[in-house]
């Protein structure tokens, strides 16, 4: 009788199990997501596209693999320019870009890239993070369906690569060069041709002479992309980049979609590869730059200071004119203005008196 309870109550326990085992399976399943991640650079491209792979490889091993990123590389689901209208429109889940190439939905989003005379990645970060800009951003990107986080920096870009020299502002009379964003604007307003073009066309533009010129990032990038063989004036610095942002967009409803703890996983792992990414810019950008010098003969030169002068009236000109969109440009120019001015104040007596100060000529290297 004891026996004949006990196999009778082992059975229906083993039921109870394999009951509670039928509907966990499907659970943990459904529970299961694969993302996809466009992006506007080249397949593997260093630094741009290894740090959006580096950011969809983060959030798959921090999930261990519940939230799985997939990333297609510019061309490979859609075009690059064409990645914020897929997230947008829910084609795609996640884009990895430069928020400046949006420019032509909202004149504001340059302000989460970079503008010309404007914030360098600490300031901007600075900004982002703790400033307002993050929920100014988060005002603009929900109006097309989009929320974006800071993903990565190029820190301070290079003035470019030209086919002549610049010695003055008629140097730039009918240039035409590839240059995008409000950079762009400016170098129109002294009298180039600006244009936009996605990083994998612009050695075809330069070699067949569809352009004069280009700025891409600096020099670990333009290494990458062999510029050298084509052109070898190198101009130093740049005015319209000095610390560009990367973004991560996702789809809002995929992210509203998220649990809170997911959401706060997703954005550590954005902050994470934006301190990665700016660190590996900075670390790879003067061996790159000696590679060009010294191995491929290219002329590293300092634009004119009355050139850069220039280029700034006509700079802070360009900028002011977002604030002439609507109420939300003329909020984010504000917030903007504000703390730039803050920043540069607090930078003449910080790391700009330092780096003045390492300069001097003191010796510090043993022998």
């Not at 947008?88 to 302000?111: L, T, V």
């Not at 005002?139 to 369906?145: G, K, M, V, W, Y």
């Not at 649990?259 to 660190?279: H, R």
Request: overall charge negative.
């Amino acid at each position: 009788m004891k026996r004949r309870q006990f196999l009778k109550g082992a059975t229906a326990a083993a039921g109870a199990a394999a009951a509670v085992s039928a509907l966990a399976t499907p659970a943990i399943a459904q529970d299961r997501r694969e993302l996809k991640l466009v992006t506007t650079w080249p397949k593997n491209f260093p630094g741009l596209g290894t740090g959006a792979q580096r950011f969809a490889d983060s959030v798959t091993n921090a999930t261990d693999g519940r939230i799985t990123v997939k990333l297609f590389a510019a061309g490979e689901l859609v075009p690059p320019f064409e990645s914020f209208d897929a997230v947008s429109s829910g084609a795609a889940d996640m884009y990895h870009g430069a928020e400046y190439y949006w420019q032509g939905k909202h004149k504001a989003f340059n302000f989460f890239t970079a503008v010309p005379y404007g914030f360098t990645a600490n300031e901007i970060d600075a900004w982002i993070y703790h400033g307002g800009g993050q929920e100014l951003w988060d005002e603009l990107t929900a109006q097309f369906n989009v929320k974006s986080l800071a993903c990565g920096n190029t820190g301070v870009q290079m003035g470019g690569w030209f086919n002549k020299e610049i010695t003055s502002l008629e140097d730039y009379k009918g240039l035409k060069i590839r240059m995008p964003g409000l950079g762009g604007e400016v170098l129109r307003r002294i009298g180039a041709s600006a244009i936009a073009l996605p990083g994998g066309e612009i050695f075809p533009s330069l070699q067949s002479g569809a352009i004069d010129a280009t700025e891409w990032v600096g020099p670990w990038n333009d290494l990458a992309f062999g510029f050298y063989k084509v052109t070898q004036f190198y101009y130093w610095p740049g005015f319209h980049e000095p610390g560009s942002t990367l973004s991560l967009g996702v789809n809002k409803g995929v992210w509203d979609s998220f649990s809170a703890s997911d959401q706060a996983l997703i954005s550590a792992c954005a902050a994470a590869e934006n301190n990665k990414s700016f660190a590996e810019f900075n670390a790879r950008n003067n061996d790159a730059l000696n590679t060009l010098i010294n191995e491929h003969g290219v002329q590293l030169r300092q634009m004119p200071n009355d050139v850069l002068n220039a280029i700034g009236e006509q700079s802070g000109a360009v900028v002011a004119e977002v604030a002439d969109v609507d109420d939300l440009g003329a909020r984010t120019y504000e917030s903007f203005i504000n703390f730039r001015r803050q920043s540069i104040g607090w930078s003449r007596v910080s790391e700009q008196a330092y780096w003045n100060s390492r300069l001097l000529p003191f010796k510090y290297e043993r022998g």
